[in-house]
């Protein structure tokens, strides 16, 4: 039996379909890789309410939430995503307060840290989430406003999900 060669555009063809597929096996993992964000999370010295919530990730895509309260009031709220992008990479979507999203592609990612970036962005240019500890999260806002670097920082604790539906005991 004689091995007849593989027609050019046929390997052509062969080989970008399996390079896309490790592609989107590698930017699902790295999705996979921030499990840790999953989960409820309250603001570390805010008012009752002020909290972020992230939907563990299904379907190349992490949804969060987050609202803001001072003096028994919502002043902000927000939705987010971590998706893996058409390109196959990862990036944050943020939509403070109604406005339209706006895109951040990763920079880098580990085992216990997120950042994304978009220096086209009027504030921030970058966005930030680090697992301290199991129950410890710093989230951080940052960027030049004006001219000058501002930084935000987030600090938020893990909660039980579960604990904040019950509401209060009766």
Request: glycine share 10%; with cysteine.
């Amino acid at each position: 039996m004689t091995d007849l060669p593989i027609p050019f555009p046929r390997l052509v063809t062969l080989a970008l379909f399996l390079l896309s597929g490790a592609s989107a096996q590698a930017q699902s993992a790295d999705l996979a890789r921030l499990s840790w964000l999953g989960g409820c999370w309250k603001s570390a010295g805010g008012e009752a309410g002020s909290e972020e919530q992230w939907m563990p990730a299904a379907g190349e895509t992490m949804l969060g939430m987050g609202r803001t309260v001072k003096q028994g009031k919502a002043v902000a709220h927000e939705f987010m995503q971590i998706r893996v992008g058409i390109d196959g990479a990862l990036a944050f979507l943020a939509q403070p307060s109604g406005r339209p999203p706006e895109t951040f592609p990763v920079l880098r990612i580990s085992d216990a840290e997120v950042v994304f970036e978009n220096l086209q962005h009027d504030f921030p240019q970058r966005v930030a989430y680090k697992l301290e500890g199991a129950t410890r999260l710093a989230a951080r806002i940052e960027g030049m406003r004006n001219g000058t670097l501002r930084v935000i920082d987030f600090p938020m604790d893990r909660v039980s999900c579960d604990a904040r539906l019950a509401g209060p005991a009766k």
